[in-house]
């Protein structure tokens, strides 16, 4: 992820040569009763554990479409891959943020997508996403079984800044599947600035091979598994006793803020657990899919 709606836009009229110089076949057009709704421009959680504020971010670089050139494509486990672009005018983002992709068909049909960005600011002139390979996803579709080093796409942002780290409090991450995927960002900022402020993760997957990141955690991270584990380590849904410890012995001074991302569902049961510990609402923060 994230890919926010899980496929959730495409716009424009059915396609001509893509205005970002897309040098590669045009993408199929949307499977019958695919999900083809307008992504919202500026992600809001519709939830009532949502904090109101938003960390002010500039809306300029934001405004304005550039060419992003893929350089890398890392697999991360059978259904995700990490895909790696050059984008010189970057202007940087917070952990957290997301951007906007557009695809340019050769007929001229366009699709949208919003997505997470997984690597941290200081990664100068590049950012990096992590996605799912959905099911009849057009976009998704493309990159996990087209895409090849020196296509080029289009990319917009980083937008929003509800979901956004700035590295200054601390930080419990709470996150499931591809949800992880802006959590990651935040881990990734806190390590290559060496910040000394506390910083936690739960992730929760289905098995070890669903892990994204997998080989990128460190004492900060507890993985919890719902169906296959290794050897010795209990399998089941993320539960109040994975949670309670950094809510009690284990909460710094002055509290956690408790950023939450994942399906619907997911989010709503994380969430619940926390305030059922004691994390205060208006301190937890909730991006969602699906």
Known sequence: MTERSAESSATGR????ASSSWPIAPFPAP?????????????????????????????RAAALWQTATLTEVRRETPDASTFRFAVPGWAGHLPGQHLMLRLTADDGY????????ASPPDDAGHIELTLDHVEGGEVSGWFHSVAKPGDEVEVR????????????????LIGAGSGVVPLMSMIRHHRARDLSVPLRLLVSARGPEDLIYAREYGAETTPVFTRRAPKGVPVGRLAASHVAPLLGA???????????????????????????AGQPVDRIRIERFG
């Open 14 to 17: 059915r396609p001509s040569a």
């Open 31 to 59: 499977l019958p009763g695919a999900d083809t709704r307008v992504a919202e421009p500026d992600f809001v959680p519709v939830t009532r554990f949502a904090v109101p504020g938003r960390i002010a971010v500039s809306n």
């Open 110 to 117: 366009t699709a949208q997508r919003h997505y997470s960005i």
């Open 157 to 172: 942002g980083p937008l929003s800044g509800f979901f956004a780290w700035p590295g200054d409090r601390p930080a419990l």
């Open 250 to 276: 284990e909460q710094p001074p002055g509290g956690w803020e408790a950023y939450v991302c994942g399906s619907n569902a997911f989010a709503e049961h994380a969430s619940r657990l926390l305030v059922a």
